[in-house]
């Protein structure tokens, strides 16, 4: 039988009758009375009371616990399920010698610097590397000193060598990122994190999907993984921040994480999703008197939510763009999705290590009054 929790009004009706029980004298319950300031001081102090009985109680379960009390349901479980916290992109810099001779090193935390959106970040290498006399290049793993989604920067925007380089002699050593760096992420959400611990059991048996999955998903900057089994000599994985897009840096990082899962003999090879962008066009019919500029924005942040969440090798399915339109409003009647790169009623990524992104730009929003 489910537990009802008193209001102030009741908590004050109980404790009214109990006076009354003991004391029938006692009849003067006008407001500003004796009785009743008595009486509704306990009441304040009981309600209180309650409240922090419940917020305790929910504190002890990861469906309902929040913060920093999430963290400690979690952990109490799961003691090496811990959340993710905020993380710097990661990406390759490659460097060029020059024209320096000999064997040029690289050290370690070399900074190298790009601007992105009006923003100068900085990148320090993981590793020293070095430039063999043969070569001309080095290819260094690196990650922003910053963190967050606005480290996130376009390829070919590091391009100024900070730390000084001993064996840059020359002082013609040049720098540039031939790919974009990805994962920069804020600390994980408490919705992201409760569905990990929500979906940890499933993952204690090793070597399943779910397991892989998860292992990935448990690198900082990872928001999608995609297991592949559809080649029989190998399994695919394919990994992408939220933007769709993996590069090499994160492959290596959910490379480690799924060398530890999967099963022996089993071979699994961790690949960078892209994004694939493709255009959408929604036609959605409203009430009369009720299309305007808030409701088309509205619906316009709905379904981009729903696009902005499939992972690599996911079809875009017009039924649940056209759904995520109408759960909008009580104003919308209907919805009909069509996109110059679909048939049916899906867009298919071209790959299955594509991830489909429809940007806001490419996405057309018609109203229409019924």
């Known amino acids: 039988m489910p537990t009802t ?18 004391d029938a004298l006692l009849t003067d319950w006008n407001e500003g009375s004796a009785l009743d300031a008595i009486t509704g001081s306990g009441v304040v102090l009981a309600d209180q009371v309650i409240r922090i009985c419940i917020d305790l109680f929910r504190a002890r379960f990861v469906a309902t616990a929040v913060g920093s009390d999430l963290d400690a349901a979690v952990v109490d479980l799961y003691p090496s399920l811990t959340r993710n916290p905020a993380a710097g992109s990661v990406g390759t810099l490659t460097f060029n ?8 090193t ?17 990148f320090a290498t993981d590793v020293a590397a ?61 919705d992201a994190y409760r569905a990990r611990a929500q979906a940890y059991p499933s993952t204690l048996s090793l070597g399943t999907i779910a397991a892989v999955e998860l292992a990935c998903l448990a690198v900082p900057g990872l928001a999608y993984a995609t297991v592949d089994e559809s080649v029989s000599t190998v399994t695919y994985v394919y990994v992408a921040a939220a933007d769709g ?21 089993c071979i699994h090879s961790c690949v960078a999703a892209s994004r694939q962008e493709v255009d959408l066009s929604i036609t959605v019919y409203v009430q009369a008197g009720r ?40 104003y919308v009647l209907g919805a009909v999705a069509t996109s110059t790169a679909g048939t049916g009623n899906a867009i298919v990524p071209a790959s299955a290590a594509n991830a489909l992104r429809v940007a806001s730009t490419a996405l057309a929003i018609t109203l229409v009054e019924v």
């Not at 929790?5 to 003991?22: G, Q, S, W």
């Not at 010698?97 to 040029?104: A, E, L, S």
């Not at 897009?245 to 003999?265: C, F, H, K, M």
């Not at 992972?311 to 017009?318: C, E, I, P, Q, V």
């Open 5 to 22: 929790i008193p209001t102030a009004d009741e908590l004050y009706a109980i404790a009214r009758a109990e006076v009354v029980a003991r």
């Open 97 to 104: 010698r020059g024209t320096n001779t000999g064997i040029v």
């Open 106 to 122: 690289i050290p370690a935390g070399t900074q190298c610097k790009g601007t992105y959106q009006g923003v100068t970040l900085a």
């Open 130 to 190: 070095s430039i063999p006399s043969a070569n001309s290049t080095v290819n260094v793993t690196a990650t922003c000193t910053l963190t967050g989604p606005a480290t996130n920067i376009s390829a070919a925007l590091v391009v100024t060598i900070v730390s000084a380089i001993p064996d840059n002699a020359a002082a013609n050593m040049t720098v540039t990122n031939g790919e974009r760096f990805v994962g920069g992420v804020d600390v994980e959400t408490d």
């Open 245 to 265: 897009n993996g590069n090499a840096a994160q492959v290596a990082l959910a490379q480690v994480a799924v060398d530890a899962v999967r099963a022996s003999g």
């Open 291 to 330: 299309a305007s500029e808030s409701l088309r924005s509205a619906i316009s942040a709905a379904v981009l939510a729903y696009t902005g969440k499939l992972a690599a090798s996911a079809s875009l399915y017009f039924s649940a763009a056209e759904a995520a339109a109408i759960g909008v409003s009580s």
